[in-house]
């Protein structure tokens, strides 16, 4: 009757409107009143308190971005437009197939939860990539074992993928890491090659065109890694050269790492003798040598040690080379 009466909180008379400023119950219109009132802001109004229905408690309509998981509809909801984070702008959850990097993955669909990374995706951790090396959070190919186990200490003995010139023109290749023979992550890897033939330029031209140089076993473990991984055989060659021509006895001979003279392990033998002939048989290295060619192994006799001759650029058992970065 557009008076307000005792147990009405409004009368507009003929203007009451279960829509409008006071409903058609003399009552103040309110969010829950199962009657959507415009004027006051309401989108919708289901008459419930449900807060994660079509509905909110608020009175509009649910929507993804509004902070509220919408059941049955959206899988997340966390009141933003980033479709990068934890929960996408289509108020869907990460997956490792979405084309998107989000929630815990370091790349797009790959790190953290999702599978491995490959080369130049992006990494936390040496775990987030397929080839185990995480530098500068990138996932790359380290140039040798060694730089692969100063990336990520925990590798064992294995097979891995290095690119010895760091994508220059050689190309990336698989190799032996012996972890386990020292703090030095040891590279190798064996070529087999019926062309290689009884001359020593041609082995080191063998490895060279990967990267690397004949092999200089570094220590008797080393060696030992070395012998064990190529079958029991000892190798046809080290990078080991006289210190000047005709030198005697392995104690005047040199390794060479990377072009340097470097240490290295032979024989236990103090006398420097490693032809692994019995007295008096003529000691090896005996003296016909020059300083541009290495020792090479001449018979199978004692152990990881071999016997070994100084015959200039001769090669005795032909046709493999086993390379190395040498950097250890």
């Known amino acids: 009757d557009g008076f307000e009466q005792p147990g009405e909180e409004c009368d507009a008379g003929d203007s009451n409107s279960n829509t409008g400023a006071c409903t058609l119950a003399c009552k103040n219109p309110i969010c829950g009143d199962t009657f959507v009132q415009p004027g006051k802001g309401e989108q919708c109004d289901d008459?419930?308190?449900s807060n994660n229905d079509a509905c909110l408690n608020t009175c509009k309509s649910a929507s993804c971005g509004d902070g509220v998981v919408h059941q049955g509809v959206e899988q997340c909801d966390d009141g933003n437009q980033v479709g990068n984070d934890f929960c996408s702008n289509q108020c869907l959850s990460p997956t490792c197939s979405d084309g998107v990097k989000n929630g815990s993955e370091t790349g797009v669909d790959c790190g953290?939860?999702?599978?491995?990374?490959?080369?130049?995706?992006?990494?936390?951790?040496?775990?987030?990539?397929?080839?185990?090396?995480?530098?500068?959070?990138?996932?790359?190919?380290?140039k040798s074992c060694k730089e692969l186990k100063q990336a990520n200490p925990a590798l064992g003995d294995g097979d891995y993928t290095i690119d010895p010139d760091g994508g220059g023109s050689v190309q990336p290749l698989v190799v032996h890491c012996d972890m386990d023979a020292g703090a030095c992550g040891y590279t190798m890897v064996r070529f087999n090659d019926g062309a290689l033939g009884g001359h020593q330029d041609a082995y080191t031209n063998k490895c060279a065109a990967v990267g690397m140089e004949v092999i200089v076993p570094r220590t008797k473990a080393h060696a030992t890694a070395i012998v064990g991984w190529n079958g029991g055989?000892?190798?046809n060659l080290y990078n080991v050269f006289p210190k000047y021509n005709g030198a005697q006895y392995i104690t005047n001979w040199t390794g060479r790492c990377q072009g340097q003279p470097c240490t290295f392990w032979m024989t236990d033998n103090a006398q420097g003798n490693v032809s692994c002939l019995a007295p008096p048989a003529s000691h090896e290295p005996n003296g016909d040598n020059s300083v541009n060619y290495r020792i090479y192994k001449w018979n199978e006799g004692c152990g990881i040690e071999g016997g070994w001759n100084d015959a200039d650029a001769s090669v005795a058992y032909t046709g493999w080379v086993i390379c190395s970065t040498n950097d250890c």
């Open 47 to 49: 008459g419930n308190l």
């Open 112 to 142: 953290g939860p999702c599978g491995k990374c490959g080369l130049g995706g992006s990494c936390q951790s040496h775990g987030d990539c397929a080839q185990q090396a995480c530098v500068n959070n990138v996932c790359v190919l380290t």
């Open 233 to 235: 055989v000892v190798p």
